[in-house]
């Protein structure tokens, strides 16, 4: 072949080359997202909700060709709600996997083991919605953790104002004795401090115990409060709902929005459950008025078939949305640095009537919260 027809060829190549879409990569590697989150243990109906809606949008992602061509592979790992657990096999999946983020981890003791160790930080790696509101993890900021849901202060601030306004007065604070339910108690303490009040009982109960609640019973129930909020998982609000309804309390009670109302109905019965108030952080998953609770029912129905629909499904799915778009931002070849880079620029991002907005000085991107009442025939009432 003479050298005029190479460089002619040449040039048609380079054309073509031009002009293929951004997104055609054929062959590839994958984009590796690492998730720790309790798939077995206490919390585990929470934990696979939270990873099924994240699942879902992914999926969908996948299926429309990925992010310039590459398919999302998310590197899932159970630590059965136990910190040490998280510390470990977040190690693991760092060194083994080396995901591009992190996403997606549930607990506030599991995260903090995390903090404590610097293990983010020695990675240099984004971490994207933890399931946790606890202040220690917001306050002082930690550059690589990104929230995407109110803190439990935000959350009992709006119990205590709501209750307060509806004329109650003595307030009692059932929590789990661990710092994710010490940053509730805190959080709740300091909102009726605001209002020249102060909690008339408190009374705690063992994280690694959720059903053995007779201790924090014990210490509320003789002070005989207009309302309680309980900062607890889901199988130790049953167990307390239970107990204190049968010896004949008609406090308001009020839950965090980590409970599954759900499994509220299921472990107390639907007439211990009925009127329990739930704080939500989450835009209302149950209808279609959101453009993105349209689009979250319709890709878990086609991608997670037979999983639950519930909030935590649904803030997994959001997040999920937001973390394809930061690493859609950061172009075709993205790092752990751009990704972070891309979070922090995030501003008003609007994933379908929720936004969230972070900066260089802000790492919670939303503050929204929402009061829900468990009503007649076991509904959800906004």
Same mark, same amino acid.
């Given at each position: 072949m003479s050298s005029k027809k190479i460089h002619v060829l040449a040039?048609?190549?380079?054309?073509?080359?031009?002009?293929?879409? @951004?997104?055609?990569?054929?062959?590839?590697?994958?984009?590796?997202?690492?998730?720790?989150?309790?798939? =077995?243990?206490?919390?585990?109906?929470?934990?696979?909700? *939270?990873?099924?809606?994240?699942?879902?949008?992914?999926?969908?992602?996948?299926?429309?060709?990925?992010?310039?061509?590459?398919?999302?592979?998310?590197?899932?790992?159970?630590?059965?709600?136990?910190?040490?657990?998280?510390?470990?096999? =977040?190690?693991? %999946?760092?060194?083994?996997?080396?995901?591009?983020? %992190?996403?997606?981890?549930?607990?506030?003791?599991?995260?903090?083991?995390?903090?404590?160790?610097?293990? %983010?930080?020695?990675?240099?790696? @984004? %971490?994207? @919605?933890? *399931?946790?509101?606890?202040?220690?993890?917001?306050?002082?900021?930690?550059?690589?953790?990104?929230?995407?849901?109110?803190? *439990? =202060?935000?959350? =009992? @601030?709006?119990?205590?104002?709501?209750?307060?306004?509806?004329?109650?007065?003595?307030?009692?604070?059932? *929590?789990?004795?661990?710092?994710?339910g010490k940053s509730g108690l805190a959080g709740a303490e300091t909102a009726l401090k605001k209002l020249g009040m102060s909690a008339v009982a408190k009374g705690g109960y063992d994280r690694t115990k959720p059903e053995e609640v007779d201790a924090a019973v014990a210490a509320i129930a003789p002070a005989n409060p207009d309302a309680i909020i309980m900062v607890s998982v889901n199988r130790a609000s049953a167990a307390f709902i239970k107990k204190m309804r049968a010896q004949g309390s008609k406090a308001r009670l009020f839950s965090i929005s980590v409970v599954n109302f759900k499994e509220l109905l299921k472990n107390a019965g639907e007439d211990n459950a009925r009127g329990i108030g739930i704080s939500q952080v989450m835009p209302y998953p149950y209808s279609t008025l959101a453009p993105v609770a349209r689009e979250f029912q319709t890709l878990m129905a086609k991608y997670q078939p037979g999983k639950v629909v519930s909030y935590a499904s649904m803030e997994s799915f959001i997040a999920a949305k937001i973390l394809v778009e930061a690493i859609r931002r950061s172009g075709a070849d993205p790092t752990r640095a751009k990704i972070m880079s891309q979070l922090e620029k995030m501003n008003s991002y609007d994933a379908g009537g929720f936004k969230v907005s972070f900066s260089p000085e802000n790492r919670v991107g939303s503050k929204f919260v929402e009061v829900t009442v468990i009503g007649r025939d076991g509904k959800l009432l906004r």
């Open positions: 040039l048609a190549l380079s054309l073509a080359a031009a002009l293929l879409p @951004a997104h055609a990569a054929p062959g590839r590697e994958d984009l590796v997202i690492g998730q720790v989150a309790p798939l =077995t243990g206490t919390i585990a109906g929470t934990g696979n909700e *939270y990873v099924a809606g994240g699942a879902a949008y992914f999926a969908w992602v996948n299926d429309n060709g990925g992010i310039y061509g590459r398919k999302i592979r998310v590197s899932l790992k159970d630590d059965s709600y136990k910190p040490d657990q998280t510390l470990a096999l =977040t190690r693991q %999946l760092l060194a083994e996997d080396k995901p591009l983020a %992190l996403f997606g981890f549930v607990g506030t003791g599991n995260v903090l083991a995390l903090n404590k160790n610097k293990v %983010l930080e020695e990675a240099g790696i @984004a %971490l994207l @919605a933890p *399931y946790t509101g606890a202040q220690d993890l917001r306050e002082p900021m930690n550059p690589h953790i990104f929230h995407i849901r109110a803190s *439990y =202060t935000d959350e =009992t @601030a709006r119990m205590v104002e709501h209750l307060h306004t509806i004329g109650l007065r003595r307030f009692a604070v059932m *929590y789990q004795d661990d710092p994710f």
